[in-house]
Every structure is written in structure tokens, then in C-alpha cells.
Nanobody
């Protein structure tokens, strides 16, 4: 099992940047596929980006390609999401997810608000 704690959310103007971080407990962090999801008010939770255990595979949602970058530090048990050129439509609660086999673990989320 793994516990996840997100941080780094906040209020930013359109065009600005934020970096989200997710700290994971446990000794097998490098075995997990890590991902970021987000949920805007009144909408379903949606995929943002993911990264394989070794950091070689990094798929992104089309809506964030070229603006967001996901990366991980297995030595520090963290996964981060660098978000640049933020848009008001990026406003959402951002969640970190860890996956191993068929098991998914979620963090509590961090709020990102982008003002126009």
C-alpha cells in the first residue's frame, strides 16, 4: 500500500506557472506507475499525465501537451507536475494516483485556480 500527499496548488494568473508535487510513502515507489488527474467543478475526473516507474513513458492529455511536464524522483519518492502557460480551463482539483497491478491509490488532491 502507498499513501500520497499532494502539494503546490494555489491561485495563479493565466499564463503563469505552478509546480505540483506528490510525496509517496513506502519502499517500492519505483514499482508504481504514477499519474496526475484533475477534476473541475461539475465535471468528471480526467487524466492529465502519467509516468512509468523508470520515467521512460510519459503520456499526456491532449489539452496539456506542450504545457505540462511530469517527472519523478524515485530516490525521494516524489512525482511532480510542472504546469506552464496555465489557462482558466486548467482550474481544478489535481489528484496524484499510484498504480501497481490492478490497485490504484489516490491522494486527497490540491486545488489549482487560474484567473483570467
Amino acid at each position: 500500500q502507498v499513501q500520497l500527499v499532494e502539494s503546490g496548488g494555489g491561485l495563479v494568473q493565466a499564463g503563469g506557472s505552478l509546480r505540483l508535487s506528490c510525496a509517496a510513502s513506502g519502499r517500492t515507489f519505483s514499482s508504481f506507475v504514477m499519474a496526475w488527474y484533475r477534476q473541475a467543478p461539475g465535471k468528471e475526473r480526467e487524466f492529465v499525465a502519467a509516468i512509468s516507474g523508470g520515467g521512460t513513458g510519459t503520456p499526456y492529455a491532449d489539452s496539456v501537451k506542450g504545457r505540462f511536464t511530469i517527472f519523478r524522483d524515485n530516490g525521494k519518492n516524489t512525482v511532480s507536475l510542472q504546469m506552464n502557460s496555465l489557462k482558466p480551463e486548467d482550474t481544478a482539483i489535481y489528484y496524484c494516483r499510484a498504480t501497481l497491478g490492478g490497485d490504484h491509490y489516490w491522494g486527497q488532491g490540491t486545488q489549482v485556480t487560474v484567473s483570467s
